[in-house]
């Protein structure tokens, strides 16, 4: 089977617009004076190496051909017809924490714990952090988030989780320590950027966001109820749930290798999750997402299931590493053992966050179900009783991916507008006091221009 156009095999193995004005607290923002301006102070506090350059655009548009980013690492998570924004200068900084494993060959350097940092001359005075989305690298989301929080003025700081590659899951003495340590470099990269803003810009980032796409959304849920003190709000674009006795990914995909392997109804994806609607999303899936997906998690947590598949590789080829594991079609996570479920406790959500978060999720996401993923999320909130904290859209015709955008453009939406808006509400929300608008499902711009705008106050449906 061909993957549709628009999504390169890359992205299906990795994964996983008007400008606003600044930020008010540009207003405060360091005078750093001529073009990058005080390099030679720029640090990053525990990193074994790092490498500064001074950069006439720091966005793609300027950086696509040089060792600055990897366009191909950014393959089909945004829409072919996106505008982005371009022309910021400033100085970038590449390097790497301390860290034993070797997933990550950007560089040359064979060397996880790598991070990418962006400061531009013209400062707001604020600063956004990302994880990568799926089990990419530091550059994933250069088109999706930092180009765009760039040009608004903030420092942009992203991270490879420590680790990366369909083989992840080898990080780590015991199941659990690959996604655990996910969330220990997130904090690690976030602390050094405040005090790399700091030491470039004379004072410290009066503003700390934090944002992401799937499992950099996890990593935004995770970091608000832990790591509330080092941010003032955060955007989840279908962040991953992990939540101790379900539901998540190892609840719903083990539905999707049954009826890849023939031995599944359709009505058993519903089941668990999967929207009606989706169907004509789940060949692709079934080609790209959901066998891979299914087995690298579930040797993540659960090594001892079926030992032999996946093994020390999800595969050498292609074909091995999209390819289901036929045990995989009979997981069944509730009646695991408890070390598998005290495994998934240790990188679990509660729900209890501590600073603003805007959650999106499309109706139409056939990797991450809206039930068994942000709607539970949501209900988490409300139990926790940080309701008032928490804000939910679902963007009507949303999926995973926006690069199937290319492919279904009359039955699919690209979420990216709605995350520029959602960051938009975010900084009004935090900085303004702007009450933002009750949860509901998004409806299409007035324009028509699905592409480049959304309108989070537009016409709706009331969710809760």
Same mark, same amino acid.
């Given at each position: ?248 990914? +190892?609840?719903? #995909? ?6 890849? &392997?023939?031995? !599944?109804? /359709?009505? *058993?994806? @519903? =089941? ?84 603003? +978060?805007?959650? #999106? ?6 990797? &991450?179900?809206? !039930?068994? /993923?942000? *709607?539970? @999320? =949501? ?86």
């Amino acid at each position: 089977m061909r993957l549709p156009r628009g999504v390169p095999f890359l992205a299906a193995v990795l994964t996983a617009v008007s400008l606003t004005g600044p930020s008010p607290t540009a207003a405060a923002a360091a005078d750093t004076g001529a073009h990058c301006a005080r390099k030679e102070r720029v640090r990053v506090p525990g990193a074994a190496v790092q490498r500064s350059a001074c950069l006439a655009d720091l966005t793609t548009t300027g950086l696509a051909g040089t060792p600055y980013t990897d366009l191909a690492d950014q393959a089909g998570l945004t829409a072919s017809g996106t505008r982005t924004p371009s022309g910021v200068p400033g100085i970038q900084v590449d390097g790497y924490f301390p860290d034993s494993s070797r997933f990550n060959a950007t560089h040359g350097w064979r060397h996880d714990a790598q991070f990418v940092l962006r400061l531009p001359d013209h400062w707001n005075g604020g600063l956004v952090v990302t994880g990568a989305p799926g089990t990419r690298k530091q550059y994933a989301t250069d088109k999706a988030i930092s180009d765009r929080v760039l040009a608004q003025g903030y420092a942009y700081a992203a991270t490879d989780k420590g680790n990366s590659g369909t083989d992840f899951y080898r990080d780590g003495k015991r199941p659990g320590d690959a996604v655990a340590e996910w969330n220990a470099r997130t904090t690690q990269l976030t602390r050094a950027a405040r005090q790399t803003a700091a030491r470039r810009y004379g004072h410290a980032p009066l503003r700390t966001y934090i944002a992401g796409i799937s499992n950099g959304g996890y990593l935004t849920r995770w970091q608000l109820e832990n790591h509330p003190e080092l941010y003032d709000g955060g955007v989840d674009w279908e962040g991953a749930l992990w939540a101790e006795d379900g539901p998540g990914l +190892l609840t719903s #995909l083990p539905a999707t290798v049954a009826r890849t &392997l023939g031995t !599944a109804r /359709d009505e *058993d994806l @519903y =089941a668990v999750g999967f929207a009606r609607g989706s169907e004509f999303l789940w060949p692709y899936h079934e080609k790209a997402y959901w066998g891979v997906t299914q087995k690298i998690y579930r040797a993540e947590f659960d090594p001892a299931y079926d030992p032999h598949c996946p093994g020390p590789t999800a595969g050498s080829s292609a074909e091995e590493i999209l390819a289901p594991c036929p045990s995989d079609a009979t997981y069944d996570y509730a009646t695991r053992p408890a070390s598998v479920h005290r495994a998934v406790a240790r990188v679990a959500l509660t729900g209890r966050i501590g600073k603003p +978060l805007i959650t #999106l999720h499309g109706d139409l996401d056939a990797l &991450l179900p809206q !039930a068994a /993923d942000s *709607d539970v @999320y =949501a209900r988490m909130v409300d139990v926790s009783g940080r309701g008032r904290l928490h804000r939910y859209y679902t963007v009507r015709g949303g999926t995973h991916v926006d690069g199937l955008y290319d492919t279904y453009p009359d039955r699919l939406r690209p979420i990216l507008p709605c995350f520029r808006s959602a960051f938009d509400v975010l900084t009004g929300w935090v900085e303004r006091g702007t009450r933002p608008p009750a949860d509901h499902t998004v409806g299409e711009p007035s324009d028509g221009d699905v592409l480049n705008s959304c309108a989070l106050t537009g016409p709706a449906t009331t969710r809760r």
